[in-house]
Structure formats: structure tokens, C-alpha cells
């Protein structure tokens, strides 16, 4: 089964997520699937939820009524947690996604890949780097949202754009574009980018271009500007590529 046609579980905290964003959340997850099962999770009788009704109609997100039996206690994390393995049981689903912020679900994904399931997490800036390293892929939230403009500090809005000299020094950055680019590199250096964001994300779950300001991993690429990035047309003559490798003797960046 392609990715495009994987069946997915969506599983949303309701106290780590914001209404605003659930119309990109969904647009998001169907890059990597079909969201079979919708489910958000909540005490609906809180005033910190009304903001949902809407959306949840708009969008058929089902809403899971969860009260707080005891002050300082999550009961919502643990029916979450509880549905989460009913459906894993049932064999139906290729994935999970899971939209949170809490650590509490880092042993949730670890189980869900351990049943062989691939796990996308979604969540804050804040979340934990426990559950970041245990999904396949984590997307923060705040790359869905409209980018903030120049003259704007609006927070939770989309990052900037990094300028070159920025992304030079960032060596984590770099080192991930390195490391890729040696483990499928040609006699000559050269890469495919696709396959190097692919070997990136698999030692950064949380990697993004989009965290950087940049929609498209060759525009981040090029805007590191310590790379010779080329595209190429293949053998067909229409369809293209982009290459990468590092660049040699101080020569100008192809492009």
C-alpha cells in the first residue's frame, strides 16, 4: 500500500491543541494518508474548549468526552492512550497520529512502532524531546500556521525565513546535510537531495525546511549556501532532479 493510501488514526489531546490550526492539521496528515479514524479527546464541559464546536462539525473530528475525575490528573491522556491500543488490536490502521505536546504519550509511540505502525507526531515547540525522538516524523504546529510578517513578533505564527549566514552556523544543520549527502553520494560527491532528506529524517524526526522558513528542502539547500546544489533533467527529458554535494575548492554553487 502506497503512503498516499495508508489508514491512519488521528488521535487529538484537545488541551494541547488549538482549533485554529485543525483545518492545516488535517491538510498535513493527508500527505501521508487517510485519516480513517478522527477522535479529539477532552472534558467538553470546560470553557477552554468551546472554541471547538465548529470545527469538529466542519471538519468530522469525532469529540470524546473524558471528565476530570481527580485536580492535577490527566484522564484525558490515559482514554487517549486506551483508545489508541483498542484500535491498534483491531489490525485496521498502517499508522497513528498522534497531536500532543505531553510526554506522557512517548511510551504510547514507542508501542504503536513496536507493532511495526508508523507514528507522525504533532505538537508545540515545547514538546519534549522524549516524544519527538519516538514518533517516525514530528511536526510542530507552528510551520502549518501563516508566517509572520517582517515587521511582526506574533507568537505561534509560522518561522521566518533564516538568512544564509544564520544557517551557516547552525551545525547541527549542517552536520545532518553532511552526514546524508556521504551515505549516498557518487565517486564525484554528488546526491540525490531526496534521498538525503530522506536519510535526515531518519536521524531527526522533527526535521522540517519548514522550521527553518524554507517550504521546499532544496530552498533550504541553496539558502545554506555551503552546499553546490544542481538540478538535472533525467534520462526521460521531462521529469527533474536536484543533486547536492559539498562544495569543493571555494568554486561558486551550480544551480
Not at 490515559?78 to 497513528?96: C, H, K, P
Request: with cysteine; charged share 25%.
Amino acid at each position: 500500500m502506497s503512503e498516499a493510501q495508508s489508514r491512519l488514526a488521528v488521535l487529538i489531546d484537545a488541551d494541547n491543541t488549538t482549533p485554529a490550526i485543525a483545518a492545516a492539521l488535517l491538510a498535513e496528515i493527508a500527505k501521508y494518508g487517510v485519516a480513517s479514524v478522527k477522535r479529539i479527546y477532552g472534558d467538553w464541559t470546560q470553557p477552554n474548549l468551546k472554541g471547538w464546536k465548529d470545527v469538529l462539525v466542519t471538519l468530522a473530528i469525532q469529540p470524546i468526552q473524558q471528565f476530570g475525575y481527580t485536580t492535577g490528573k490527566n484522564a484525558t491522556d490515559s482514554a487517549l492512550i486506551i483508545d489508541a491500543m483498542d484500535l491498534l488490536y483491531t489490525n485496521r490502521f498502517d499508522g497513528f497520529c498522534l497531536v500532543s505536546s505531553d510526554s506522557d504519550f512517548t511510551r504510547l509511540a514507542s508501542r504503536l512502532r513496536e507493532s511495526g505502525l508508523s507514528v507522525f507526531g504533532f505538537g508545540e515547540r515545547k514538546t519534549p524531546t522524549s516524544l519527538v525522538s519516538a514518533c517516525d516524523r514530528f511536526i510542530y504546529l507552528d510551520v502549518l500556521r501563516e508566517p509572520a510578517a517582517p515587521e511582526s513578533a506574533e507568537v505561534g505564527s509560522a518561522p521566518r525565513a533564516k538568512p544564509s549566514a544564520a544557517l551557516k552556523t547552525d551545525k547541527k544543520l549542517i552536520a545532518l546535510f553532511r552526514d546524508g549527502i556521504e551515505a549516498i553520494a557518487d565517486d564525484e560527491g554528488w546526491a540525490a537531495l531526496g534521498g538525503v532528506g530522506q536519510i535526515i529524517g531518519k536521524q531527526a524526526a522533527d526535521f522540517d525546511p519548514r522550521n527553518y522558513g524554507y517550504r521546499k528542502l532544496s530552498d533550504l539547500a541553496a539558502a545554506i549556501d555551503v552546499f553546490e546544489v544542481e538540478q538535472r533533467r533525467h534520462e526521460d527529458g521531462r521529469s527533474k532532479g536536484v543533486y547536492i554535494r559539498a562544495r569543493r575548492g571555494g568554486g561558486s554553487k551550480k544551480s
